[in-house]
Every structure is written in structure tokens, then in C-alpha cells.
């Protein structure tokens, strides 16, 4: 696969590919190369759902203004 | 006195008009306690405002009421808004309330109605200006307490429905003095390093002092001014403040934040399996539908038997070819025909034919041919030419065997 998309983007191209299909204007030889496509971006979505983890930072500013994160502890204030 | 007779309705009619075009009666606020609190099957609030000498009847019309943020109740002391007119009907005068506020928080009220019809004005609370929520949040800042429930609550529901958005905490205070410059101050710097692509603000449920700080104009206008869309998620249901107006979309509370936040993962799966079938459903169709095409096509004779469709060409085109030639064949017959035709018809025209049947040609002696017996005389000289030869003669007789010849000879 090409440069690899965000879920957004996935989500995107899968909607176009679907409705393309849907629409049936296309060669059936690209048919079948839309639904490859599609078919992986649907098993690479579900995989980076599969594989999601929560991740919580704190952010903070440091001296020089930039922002730094740290672990996050619910009891810090 | 007796001129000025006035009907009932008329005097009503009357003082209803002095009041309702004096501008002090039509907007005031004031300051009483509930009594004989009324609520009405078709919506209207009915009660009395009352202080230690002095009582005034009052109206609540069902969609002022609805915006109640409290429930009244006789013997509390509120602050009501409206205007003063007179009911026709009964005569009588009242208020009509447009707002109420419990009394205690009047004067923080009154600030936020201010601070409210000044920014609305202003269009701050535009929804044409709202900006749209990302669908997947890639990153979500979080700009609330680092402590207390509300913190926990919005990461507890992110990590349920939607792990995959990253959560960054900008811990602020949230309460007292120094909570809207720092909500102000984590607004701005979330938007400066663009440190993510979805802001949560709020804060859990409290007093609405506790809330002050949401109602504050210097946070509104900074989430006005955030290029990162804001949601807020400020104390319980009822509680609406100034930061909601302005946000890019109000929820209820903290976790209702998160939840508006982010979809949920399991109707993100749901619609990857239905896109999945969908796109299953699609291209079987598709070939079944390509299947009965080629089917259709390889059916016909050409392509089960394709030398059959040569040879009935080739039939064809020989079938021309014959025509062609015994059309040319026909052309050339027709032509040699006419020829011997026209051969015979010339032969049959020559004079030389017409003499050998044995005709003789008269001329005058002058040499013209001579057709008729009357354009000679008896005595003159003329001349006979035959097949073989020819004679040199007189005329002896002239016999004219034309009737209207010989009558003009005879009369």
C-alpha cells in the first residue's frame, strides 16, 4: 500500500469506493481493483480499531514556552 | 365631565395604551417573593409578587417559562423581568415576566443577561460561524481541572468509544479569580501549537458561582477566537453559560462532552461490515449481470460457429460477382443487338435500295427532284435516273391522278 492514510481518510475513500461501485459506471476490471482496495482499507481500519490504545499525556509549557507532555496522573492539579 | 363619557372597554383600552407606550413600564425588573404559584394546563405561569406592603399579579407565558433554569415555588424571593401592562379584561394591571432568577445570585444574573444580549449582538453566537467538529479526532485537548471528577469522566468515555484519539490534559483552574485567565491562557497556547484538532472545556456541576467562570467574557471570547473548534461541557443538564453560547457545540455535561467528542467504535465497526457487505452485494451483482452478458453473447451462432458466418459471406459475395458479370454480359447483347439494328434500318433508308426494286427518280432540267406531274409541262426535258443508268426524256402527257390536282384541272 502507498503512503498510509488516517482513519478519516480511509473512511473517506472507502465511502467513494462503495459509492462508485454502487454506481456501477465502472469497468469491471477496475471493479475489482476498487474493491481490493477497498476491502484492505476496511481490514486496515479494523485493525487500527482492534489495536487502538488509549493514550493520556499532560501537556505542559516549559520555560522556553514550548509544549512538553508528560505521563498524566488524575490526582496532579 | 359629561362630554367625556367613556365605555368600560374604552377606559381600559385607554390606560392600557399610557402604560404600554411608557418606555420605563416596558422593560423594568423586580424584585419580590412568589405567592399562589401557579402552573396551567396550557403552560402559563400565574402568580403574585409580593413585598412587605405591597403585591403584584403576574404572568409567565409558557415559553418564557420553558427557559426556566429553576423550579419556583411560593415564598421564594426572585428577581423577575418583563414588562407592565394593563389585562382589559379584569382591569387590572400586571407583570408580564419574561425572565426570573432566583434571588441571591440576582446581581450575577442580571451580569450574565448583560454580558449575554451584548455578545449575541455582537454575533458571537452565530451558528453560521460555528466551526465544524472533526469526525476522528486525531488529538483531543482537554482544558479542565487536573483533579475531580470531570477529568476522569471525559477520559473514561474517550477510552470507551474512541481510543484511538490521543488526550492531552491542559490542566487549569476552574473556579475563583484565576480560572479564566488560565482556561484563556490554555486556549490560546492549544491553539498556537496546534496541539490538537478538538478542544473539551468544562468542568463538573456546582453553585453557579462555582460555574462563574464560564460565564466570564474573557473566556467566551477566546473560544470565539479558536481556530481549534471547542466543545463545552459545563456542571449538570440545566446549567447553560456563556461558554456554551459560544462554543462550536454545547453539551450537557463533562462526559456528554466526550461523548459528542468522539463516534463509538462499535458503529464505526458496524458501518465497516456493512460497507464490506455492501461492497460484496455490488460486485457479485456485478458479475452475475457480466456472467449473463457473455453468456448472451457466446449463444449466438458467430461465436459457436464462426465458419458458418464466413462461408454465408463468401455465399454472398459470389452470389454478387455472378450478378455483376451477367449483368455486363446482358449489357454488351443489348448493345450488339441495337447495333444490327440500326445496321438494317439504314440499309433499308438508301435510295439505291429503293431503285433496285425498280423506282426511277424524275429531275427538272433544272435538277431538282420532281414529285409530281403537275410541276411539269407536255415538251419539257427530263431527266431519269435508274438503277443502272439513266434516261434523257420529254414529257408527251401530263396525267394527274391526284384529285384535287385534277380539279383544279378541270373545273
Redesign the interface.
Known amino acids: 500500500m502507498e503512503e498510509k492514510k488516517n482513519f478519516e481518510e480511509s473512511m473517506n475513500r472507502l465511502e467513494y469506493i462503495v459509492r462508485s461501485l454502487e454506481r456501477g459506471e465502472v469497468p469491471l476490471e477496475e471493479s475489482l481493483t476498487l474493491f481490493k482496495e477497498g476491502a484492505a482499507l476496511i481490514a486496515d481500519c479494523e485493525k487500527q480499531l482492534d489495536e487502538a490504545e488509549q493514550v493520556v499525556r499532560r501537556l505542559r509549557k516549559t520555560e522556553s514556552g514550548e509544549p512538553e507532555e508528560l505521563p498524566f496522573d488524575a490526582e496532579d492539579a | 365631565m359629561e362630554e367625556n363619557i367613556f365605555s368600560v372597554t374604552e377606559l381600559n383600552e385607554h390606560i392600557k395604551n399610557l402604560m404600554d407606550s411608557d418606555g420605563a413600564l416596558s422593560r423594568l425588573c423586580v424584585r419580590g417573593e412568589l405567592s399562589n404559584y401557579k402552573v396551567y394546563p396550557s403552560g402559563h405561569h400565574y402568580f403574585t409578587l409580593k413585598d412587605k406592603d405591597a403585591s403584584l399579579r403576574c404572568v409567565m407565558f409558557k415559553g418564557a417559562a420553558q427557559k426556566l433554569v429553576f423550579r419556583p415555588e411560593s415564598g421564594m424571593g426572585v428577581l423577575c423581568t418583563g414588562s407592565v401592562s394593563v389585562y382589559p379584561r379584569d382591569g387590572a394591571y400586571q407583570l408580564y415576566v419574561t425572565r426570573m432568577s432566583p434571588e441571591g445570585v440576582g446581581d450575577l444574573y442580571l451580569a450574565y443577561e448583560q454580558l449575554k444580549d451584548r455578545l449575541q449582538q455582537e454575533g458571537l453566537f452565530d451558528s453560521s460561524r460555528k466551526r465544524p467538529l472533526?469526525?476522528?479526532p486525531?488529538t483531543i485537548?482537554v482544558i479542565t481541572?487536573?483533579?475531580g471528577a470531570a477529568?476522569?469522566d471525559v477520559?473514561r468515555v474517550?477510552?470507551k468509544r474512541?481510543?484511538?484519539?490521543?488526550?492531552?490534559?491542559?490542566?487549569v483552574r476552574v473556579q475563583g479569580k484565576e480560572a479564566p485567565p488560565e482556561i484563556v491562557g490554555a486556549i490560546r497556547?492549544?491553539n498556537r501549537?496546534r496541539?490538537a484538532d478538538l478542544i473539551i472545556t468544562g468542568r463538573g456541576g456546582g453553585s453557579i458561582e462555582d460555574l462563574w467562570a464560564f460565564n466570564d467574557e474573557r473566556v467566551a471570547r477566546a473560544i470565539y477566537a479558536s481556530e481549534i473548534p471547542v466543545i463545552s461541557a459545563v456542571g449538570h443538564e440545566p446549567d447553560v453559560t456563556i461558554a456554551d453560547f459560544v462554543a462550536d457545540l454545547r453539551a450537557a455535561t463533562p462526559s456528554n462532552g466526550a461523548e459528542l467528542a468522539v463516534p463509538d467504535?462499535l458503529d464505526?465497526?458496524d458501518k465497516?461490515s456493512n460497507?464490506?457487505t455492501?461492497?460484496e452485494q455490488?460486485?457479485l451483482r456485478?458479475?452475475r449481470q457480466?456472467k449473463q452478458r457473455l453468456a448472451q453473447l457466446a449463444s449466438r451462432r458467430v461465436m459457436e460457429d464462426p465458419a458458418a458466418a464466413v462461408n454465408r459471406k463468401r455465399l454472398a459475395c459470389d452470389a454478387l460477382s455472378q450478378r455483376l458479370l451477367s449483368a455486363s454480359e446482358r449489357q454488351l447483347q443489348l448493345k450488339r443487338e441495337s447495333f444490327v439494328r440500326h445496321c438494317a434500318s439504314l440499309d433499308a433508308l438508301s435510295p439505291l435500295k429503293v431503285l433496285s426494286r425498280g423506282y426511277s427518280v424524275v429531275r427538272s432540267e433544272s435538277g431538282e427532284i420532281v414529285s409530281s406531274a403537275s410541276a411539269l409541262s407536255p415538251g419539257e426535258r427530263i431527266d431519269v435516273t435508274m438503277a443502272r443508268g439513266a434516261l434523257s426524256c420529254r414529257v408527251e402527257e401530263i396525267r394527274v391522278d391526284d384529285p384535287e390536282e385534277r380539279s383544279a384541272q378541270v373545273p
Not at chain 2, 162 to 171: D, K, Q, Y
Open positions: 472533526p469526525l476522528y486525531k485537548a481541572s487536573g483533579a477529568v476522569r477520559i474517550l477510552g474512541w481510543p484511538m484519539s490521543r488526550v492531552l490534559i491542559l490542566p497556547y492549544a501549537y496541539v467504535a464505526v465497526r465497516l460497507l464490506q455492501r461492497m455490488i460486485l456485478r458479475l457480466e
